[in-house]
């Protein structure tokens, strides 16, 4: 089994820091997105999408999409928790874990993808959508500021994957210009306190964390 | 219990559909997204995002995310099985499911929001954004085409929750000028096998779904 992986990008990260909270080690092969391996026919034959991360299992099957990934090692050891411990916790977290993906983070993406350097002809970039899509964003941020007044943590009492993505997604945000405004008091606490945890760490790194988890 | 539904629109669709598929009867209340009653602040304050549908539980707590209340009543009935039956299965069968919502809904969405009348005014329309949707959705279908040709369902053997969207997907991408090309033989007699179930059939109208599943 080994994980193909993709350096700084948000959704390769997240399952870098999932892995590293379960204290699960798994080879890790480095897939260049800079020069866009990813989109050459080697890796296509692995995961037509192109998207980072991909799981390879022994027998030779290919499993993409970050979330189906950590659900397999979320069953397959099921502490430290991260997923839900009885069906209704986990269709909670999973309605977490989906807000962030589709009202966070799918904003922060797209505000990238249409205006960045690096996609510049190689898709048709919209700089009126990205502004869209980055304002829309800010309304979240209020959202969520409100949401995390009464809890430490996105689902609750308690560190769960919808963490992992958010905090991801924030992130890569600040290193495209999309930050979170200092007023907004309850997600900069939470962004530190999760920040502050070694999984965050040692994911900032991927040839290290690699080594790291290895041992 | 009960479930906030919202009549043709996709994601509520899905959710009747799969409760069909399982046998499972739950009192439906409709909410009408034609005069923005999911908007309305009565709404938000059981789901702040405005997305249908809702699931209420009997102690007051609202669960939203259409994927989320799926997985909640396989794991509460797991057969007819729609989520996999095993930890490596059910990983298969949500990385099915998340392409269906990121690689194929997820554009027709985009594509009827930036160019329909209903949404004039209410949100910052996009029409080429639109068309880059709408453009990448037509290689999807190219792709989804080669991947059916040696399998009668979206994640394998087996009718499962990747068809359930994708189906939805589909079947409101004709009603908005998105149809699957005639030559697509693979992806249209998938398409006419899930029409025919009773499932998709009985869910067209949200009422009559309701009564046939209340009894």
Chains 1, 2 share one sequence.
């Not at 590293?20 to 092969?29: C, D, F, L, M, T």
């Not at 979330?67 to 977290?93: H, T, W």
């Not at 919209?126 to 809890?151: G, H, P, Q």
């Amino acid at each position: 089994m080994k994980l193909y992986d993709g350096g700084r990008a948000p959704n390769p990260r997240r399952v870098r820091i999932f892995l590293a909270e379960k204290g699960i080690s798994v080879p890790y092969v480095q897939v260049n997105i800079g020069t866009a391996e990813n989109r050459q026919p080697a890796f296509l034959a692995k995961n037509p999408m192109g998207t980072l991360p991909v799981l390879e299992f022994d027998d030779g099957a290919f499993l993409a999409e970050s979330v189906a990934i950590c659900r397999y090692f979320e069953e397959q050891k099921p502490e430290q928790n991260l997923m839900g411990r009885d069906s209704r916790e986990r269709a909670f977290i999973e309605m977490w874990q989906r807000r962030m993906e589709f009202e966070v983070l799918n904003l922060t993406a797209q505000s990238f993808r249409n205006t960045t350097e690096f996609f510049k002809g190689r898709i048709p970039q919209n700089k009126e959508y990205a502004e869209v899509c980055r304002n829309t964003a800010i309304k979240r941020f209020e959202w969520l500021d409100k949401e995390l007044a009464n809890r430490p943590y996105i689902a609750g009492d308690r560190f769960t994957v919808a963490d992992i993505i958010l905090y991801c997604a924030l992130d890569f945000g600040g290193s495209v210009n999309q930050k979170i405004d200092p007023s907004l008091k309850n997600v900069n606490a939470w962004f530190k306190r999760v920040e502050s945890r070694p999984s965050a760490k040692s994911s900032l790194h991927p040839a290290s964390a690699q080594t790291g988890m290895k041992g």
